[in-house]
């Protein structure tokens, strides 16, 4: 009794550049134990591998503040209906402005004293402190006060 094992190989598309699965049956009989390269449904003998591509991702010409107001809009976008600040500071975006480090500082300090948001948990990660009292904690303009005037007394413009 004979059993067909369908397989694929690995070959080139016609346009040499990818790779791409061709199928390809086997006969085997069943007196004959399948070799293990068969015994899995692939035949890997034939495989030949693309030539490497190389994705270049081009290096914007974004400035500091307009990287910062972009990643800010991200973030306000994807947390407008967000209840849970601990989700909202978990978001990518959010994330990147942290990840802006130190240079970020006085750009954030100057957003709060336009537009007073929840930006005090990335003040905190990147400086280390927290200049809001216990009892003003959850008030975003007592908050934001806070943060302007520890801005004011570091000289951070």
């Known amino acids: 009794m004979e059993a067909a094992i369908v397989s694929y190989e690995m070959n080139r598309t016609p ?9 390809k049956s086997k006969i085997l009989s069943r007196r004959k134990k399948p070799s293990k390269k068969l015994q ?15 994705n270049v991702c081009e290096v914007g010409t974004e400035t500091l503040h307009e ?6 809009n991200e973030w306000q976008e994807e947390a407008i209906f967000m209840s849970s600040m601990t989700e ?13 480090g130190p ?6 300090i100057n957003e709060l004293k336009q537009n007073p948001d929840y930006l005090f ?37």
């Open 15 to 23: 346009k040499g550049s990818e790779l791409g699965w061709l199928k």
């Open 67 to 72: 990287k910062f107001k972009r990643l800010l």
């Open 40 to 54: 899995y449904g692939v035949d890997i003998s034939n495989y030949q591998q693309a030539t490497p591509r190389l």
């Open 103 to 108: 240079a970020v500082v006085p750009i954030i």
């Open 121 to 157: 948990w990335a003040l905190e990660a990147i400086t280390g402190v927290n200049p809001v009292l216990p009892e003003d904690e959850g008030n975003l303009g007592r908050m934001t006060n806070a943060w302007i005037e520890w801005g004011q007394e570091n000289s951070i413009n």
């Open 88 to 100: 909202m500071v978990m978001l990518r975006s959010y994330q990147a402005i942290i990840g802006m």
